[in-house]
């Protein structure tokens, strides 16, 4: 009897040991459960056509601060707008960010080194710009990454002018996306017509909300982290 | 609406509301009996109902106070049955340590000492010259010289030989004495020694009369724990709330050390968990660097219970001996393990935090410079990391104090309420007893003019009812019963007067609390 009862007592802290460790199996289990899709997305379009070409510096500025605030699980792809814009050959460096820190970093720099590369070897403007090919492959991506929260920066004068070949008169099928228009240049013959500027823009924004897309023009990039909140 | 209805007996407002004044005087006159009634009975009931309600939670009060008394008695006997256990072990571990062999010692002690002093006294004298020799030179010195030539030449060489002897002998015997002097005199530090371990004695002998002093001091205060001494509460009390706040103070000291503990292994806890995942709203690296410090704490807590540092777990304290070790060496082992991790998590987070600063000056374009001493924080970062999972376990006997302390804070502060509570039912409950008196005052303002009317109707009736009776005495008994009649207030107070004495009760009726009742509405 005496024997049973030292027994038990015997037993008695194994068992909370091993009800602790139970739990913080459980509790391990839990962590590794699928990830939440909390994780954001952003696609970066750059208008290189003859007007806009001048400003191809803007996207470096872009470039840097998107990276700085991304982090692990989150998607960044950065594109160029040219004559026929719904190609692959169109982006210029995409990435989605891995969970260690360690690996992030790594990626930043690829990304950055590959957009430093194409600032350094663009040489001739496209003739054309077709603004919503861009648009709709920066949809495409922001799709696939199933993230959250999907913004689209255009870096772009809104003009758009279509090679005669291209058939764009379709759906952007925006939902769910913030499109930014950043940096829109005023044309040679906004100067001479302001209220066709603005026609553009309400023309662009009235499309984009059309399709289920948010709409927001920012022209000065300094304002970026205020007006439009990544996190 | 309202317009309407108040322009409903005539077109002008002013006639129409002195209408509407009329009607309500009268109905509120009429009323007047049952108003009165209404509003006393409210009043009482209120007050009657909070008064109840007060001795409710005085009686709640009251066990609740008597139970943390109770607690806190136990409680204290309890760390005094400690305390005085503690102190005759030690007196017990002083006794068989220091003097189990006491008397033998001293003894033997003593013996030696005599010894050494008796002979170190008789060494330091200088002997006297032996007699022997001393009366044969002086019967030598004596001897008659007969101017023989040949017997003073004999005289004289026996002198010389008698002398020379002395001499001889005189010089072993000093050398003899100095020789033992000597010894005696290499001696003296042995005897110097044996002293100071005398004087040790001597003081152990005093510890343990001020061990024993200590243990009637605290043998006293449990005598007075044991016997419910409102002292010894209130000094148990004070002792409580000390320890509560010292408890405090450190458990808030090592809730910051936590802090920092966790910010410095949360961002490398996820290159080991990811930093996608997340669990709630918290992420998971967040999570997994939270579960390594209550690990930690845990394990300092198992480790002090083991050592029987702290009784937190029962379970534990009943554990055998071989049992407790084993569980004694896991959780250091843990606990060291967990210290390497986080020292080198802690390497990890400054490698990582350098490599996102070389990012941020690559992204902005600056220069980057390199960082000479860069060993030092990622040193002190690993040593931070390696130090605070050890410093975190001793959050264990804290922890105890604040458990046991808080039992008497959280009693006391629930006492605290109880009274507050209690007082502010009797002041609510005195307040709507006076609030209705107020009331039935007011309703007798609203309606003065038909009161007015009334009295002064009663006032004639009684003088008219008056008149036929003091009509058939003769004239001056009439005049002095009219100058002897109260004027008319004093004859409407005087059923009052009356109405009041039979309202009160009788000393056998009246409650114990007869104080606390409240005015009666013709009192107010």
């Known amino acids: ?231 | 609406m309202f317009s309407e209805i108040l322009t409903i007996w005539s077109d002008s407002p002013a006639l129409s509301l002195a209408i509407w004044l009329v009607i309500a005087i009268t109905l509120l006159y009429a009323g007047r009996p049952h108003a009165h009634q209404l509003l006393r009975n409210t009043g009482r009931s209120f007050y009657r109902s909070l008064r109840l309600a007060g001795a409710g939670v005085r009686q709640l009060e009251n066990r609740v106070s008597h139970r943390n008394r109770d607690v806190l008695l136990a409680a204290g006997r309890e760390e005094a049955e400690n305390a005085i256990e503690r102190e005759f072990a030690r007196v017990s571990e002083i006794v068989e340590r220091d003097l189990g062999q006491y008397p033998v010692l001293h003894r033997r002690l003593n013996e030696t000492l005599e010894k050494i002093e008796t002979d170190y006294h008789n060494s330091i004298e200088n002997k006297p010259m032996p007699r022997a020799w001393q009366e044969l030179m002086d019967t030598i010195g004596k001897l008659p010289t007969s101017g023989d030539p040949a017997v003073n030449s004999i005289l004289e060489n026996i002198r010389d030989v008698v002398q020379k002897s002395h001499d001889e002998t005189l010089e072993a015997y000093q050398s003899d004495i100095n020789e033992r002097h000597g010894i005696l005199k290499g001696m003296r530090p042995d005897w110097r020694n044996l002293g100071q371990t005398m004087g040790k004695v001597h003081e152990t002998i005093t510890g343990l009369d001020e061990r024993s002093k200590s243990i009637d001091r605290q043998m006293a205060e449990y005598e007075r724990m044991r016997n419910s001494d409102d002292e010894a509460v209130n000094t148990l009390m004070a002792s409580s709330l000390k320890q509560f706040f010292i408890s405090s103070l450190v458990l808030t000291i090592a809730v910051f050390g936590a802090i920092v503990n966790f910010h410095l292994i949360a961002m490398p806890m996820s290159e080991m968990v990811g930093g996608t995942s997340s669990i709630g709203p918290m992420a998971a690296s967040d999570v997994a660097a939270l579960v390594i410090i209550m690990v930690e704490i845990t394990m300092g807590l198992f480790l002090l219970e083991s050592l029987r540092v702290t009784h937190l777990f029962p379970v534990i304290s009943r554990l055998n001996d071989r049992m407790r070790r084993y569980l004694m060496i896991a959780s250091l082992v843990i606990l060291v393990i967990f210290a390497g991790i986080e020292s080198s998590l802690a390497y990890l987070r400054d490698m990582l935090a350098a490599d996102q600063a070389a990012l941020a000056q690559q992204l902005t374009g600056e220069a980057t410079g390199g960082t000479e001493f860069g060993w030092i924080p990622a040193m002190g970062q690993m040593l931070l990391g390696f130090i605070l999972p050890f410093a975190l376990a001793f959050v264990g006997i804290p922890l105890e104090s604040f458990v046991h302390s808080l039992r008497t804070v959280l009693g006391a502060v629930t006492l605290g309420l109880l009274r507050a509570l209690r007082v502010t039912l009797r002041v609510t409950g005195g307040l709507a007893n006076h609030l209705c008196a107020m009331l039935i005052n007011l309703y007798d303002l609203l309606i003065m003019v038909p009161l007015s009317i009334e009295r002064m109707v009663c006032y004639r009736m009684e003088n008219r009812e008056a008149a036929p009776e003091s009509a058939s005495p003769s004239e001056p008994e009439t005049v002095q019963t009219e100058a002897s009649e109260p004027p008319p207030e004093i004859q409407e107070q005087a059923p009052r007067k009356r109405s009041r004495k039979r309202a009160e009760p009788t000393a056998a009726e009246t409650p114990a609390d007869a104080d606390d009742l409240p005015l009666t509405t013709q009192e107010a």
């Not at chain 1, 707008?81 to 210029?92: A, G, K, M, P, Y």
Request: net charge neutral; glycine share 6%.
């Open chain 1, 1 to 231: 009897m005496s024997r049973t009862a030292t027994t038990f007592r015997n037993r008695a802290a194994p068992r909370g040991l091993r009800l602790a460790l139970a739990a913080l199996l459980s509790l391990f289990l839990i962590g590794c459960s699928e990830a939440a899709s909390n994780n954001r997305a952003v696609f970066v379009l750059l208008d290189i056509s003859n007007g806009y070409a001048q400003e191809r510096e803007k996207v470096q500025q872009l470039s840097a601060y998107l990276l700085s605030e991304l982090g692990a699980g989150d998607s960044l792809a950065v594109a160029f707008i040219d004559n026929s814009s719904f190609t692959e050959r169109n982006i210029i460096a995409q990435t989605t960010f891995d969970a260690r820190p360690s690996v992030v970093g790594q990626q930043k720099r690829a990304v950055l080194g590959k957009v430093q590369s194409f600032m350094e070897g663009f040489e001739t403007p496209s003739y054309h710009s077709d603004i919503t090919g861009g648009i709709l492959l920066g949809r495409d991506y922001l799709h696939g990454t199933n993230a959250e929260r999907q913004h689209l920066f255009v870096l772009s004068d809104l003009h758009e002018d279509l090679p005669p070949e291209l058939n764009r008169d379709m759906a952007l099928d925006l939902a769910g996306i913030r499109v930014v228009a950043l940096n829109v240049l005023r044309q040679r013959g906004d100067n001479n017509d302001p209220a066709a500027y603005h026609e553009r823009l309400a023309s662009w924004k009235a499309r984009v909300e059309e399709d289920g897309g948010r709409w927001q023009v920012i022209n000065e990039l300094e304002r970026l982290p205020r007006r439009v909140a990544l996190r």
